[in-house]
């Protein structure tokens, strides 16, 4: 039995030096995002508690700047998957392309069915990755949108009521 003639490529250190950092970039711009939001909604509670309103009106005023919050701080979190899974998309194609380019390197027989396979493996995942986007878009766009939209039918029923 032949051995095939090159070794399957690795990537390069420095792309994976590039990679891990553009991944702790990632994480960190996330990171001062939530931290952020996780400020703003603090404030405002502090706010709320040191405000002279009337209860009623302190705590309607609360509520809706909370509900707010929770809405930010779900975006924040879709945001932070989003741009880590686009990073991994990114890693995915490079690694790909290296391996289309070592497999052209190999025999006929090992070259034809894995080039197939990685072919197939890559449409399936690119398949993915774009109905997943399409979830977190959908997600983090219409979240914020219809909890705001039930807080505000609710407020509007209550003063109905009263």
């Known amino acids: 039995m032949n051995a095939p ?69 779900f975006v924040a979190q879709v945001s932070a998957l989003t741009d880590a899974m686009q990073l991994v998309e990114r890693n995915w194609a490079e690694q790909q392309r290296a391996l289309l380019v070592s497999l052209g390197t190999q025999p006929e027989a090992v070259n034809a069915p894995l080039k197939k396979a990685v072919c197939v493996s890559s449409c399936a995942f690119d398949s993915m990755s774009k109905a997943t986007r399409q979830v977190a878009n959908f997600a983090s766009n219409r979240f914020a949108a219809a909890a705001v939209s039930a807080f505000q039918q609710a407020r509007d029923k209550m003063a109905e009521s009263s």
Do not use: K, V, Y
């Open 5 to 73: 003639t090159a070794a399957w490529a690795l990537p390069r250190l420095e792309q994976q030096f590039e990679f891990l950092n553009e991944g702790a970039d990632i994480a960190n711009r996330n990171f001062e995002r939530l931290l952020s939001t996780q400020f703003d909604g603090c404030r405002d509670w502090m706010r709320a508690i040191n405000t002279s309103q009337e209860p009623a009106r302190q705590l309607e005023q609360h509520l809706d700047q909370s509900l707010h919050l929770s809405c930010a701080l």
